[in-house]
């Protein structure tokens, strides 16, 4: 990808953004569905052992180099984060009784941690007007969020794993882009091997509701392995290694919007009017943080 000529990889870019932010959006509603028919944690860890299952085979027959010393801390490290801390904390926070609207919101900060972090772990400043694209785009997930649910419900473990699930999610964006890249199958597998190792505790000893095996489950689980797990976390991971940090994590402000949307016409969820304003809010502030100058590209 780097040896095409800028204008081509511009666009490429732009692609790949638009396709990560629809599967990461779609992905809430997809959630909603399998749940009726399973246990938290008992579905993420069957999402885990899927994917395992796919890129084993994958990895056996490239057979890519394992780093050693930092790059394999630092490969392990992003892959805990990812998955134990920011998948797993989601999914225990809402168990501890937290509103999915209110933990979409703090989730929706993870931007403004990464504009933060970046200029002092990654030496990448952030401009004035990327800033203003970052509390723009905020304040329009924040509206889209508080026009369709009330985020009222809260206990002190809820938060706690709400604030640990954001810090966990920024912090593997900023080690991944920080780190020596890795091959992306590598990486992957890497991940999920370690989401599903650590997560089968809370699977099989807190998690007793039997699964409920009927077509709506097989499709949501499937989709959210392989078009969510797989591909988009891929996506994610191509876009933070060609850019800057605080420019990707941006794209997280239109999430929210995008999920009522999908919502709004996979399940028939309300999508009022006030909710539109917020979609184009954020929709701005991502437009100015990815354009920190005029005439800049949305994604260099």
Do not use: H
Not at 11 to 21: H, K, N, T
Not at 216 to 222: H, W
Request: glycine share 8%; charged share 10%.
């Amino acid at each position: 990808m780097k040896s095409l000529p800028p204008t081509l990889r511009q666009r490429s870019d732009l692609w790949i953004c638009g396709l990560f932010l629809l599967l990461w959006s779609s992905g809430f509603a997809i959630v909603k569905v399998g749940l009726q028919y399973c246990s938290p944690m008992m579905f993420l860890w069957l999402r885990y052992v899927i994917v395992v299952l796919v890129l084993l085979p994958v990895v056996l027959v490239q057979r890519p180099p394992l780093p050693r010393g930092r790059p394999l801390l630092a490969m392990i490290a992003s892959g805990v984060l990812m998955q134990c801390v920011y998948f797993a904390g989601t999914y225990l926070a809402i168990g501890a009784g937290i509103s999915a609207g209110l933990l979409a919101l703090i989730v929706s900060l993870q931007p403004v941690v990464i504009g933060v972090a970046s200029p002092l772990l990654l030496r990448t400043p952030v401009a004035g007007r990327q800033w203003l694209g970052l509390l723009l785009g905020f304040f329009g997930a924040a509206v889209v969020i508080l026009a369709k649910s009330g985020v009222e419900r809260f206990t002190a473990l809820g938060m706690g794993l709400a604030w640990l699930s954001l810090l966990g999610l920024s912090a593997s964006v900023l080690l991944e882009k920080a780190s020596t890249p890795q091959p992306i199958i590598l990486s992957l597998f890497s991940q999920y091997l370690l989401g599903m190792l650590l997560v089968s505790p809370l699977a099989f000893t807190f998690d007793t509701q039997p699964i409920q095996w009927n077509w709506a489950f097989v499709g949501s689980l499937g989709y959210l392995s392989f078009f969510n797990s797989l591909l988009a976390i891929a996506l994610l991971m191509l876009l933070v290694r060609r850019n800057e940090a605080a420019r990707v994590s941006a794209v997280f402000f239109l999430v929210p919007p995008c999920a009522a949307l999908v919502a709004w016409l996979l399940l028939g969820e309300p999508m009022p009017w006030l909710a539109w304003g917020g979609v184009v809010l954020a929709a701005m502030g991502v437009r100015l943080c990815s354009s920190p100058a005029p005439g800049k590209p949305l994604l260099k």
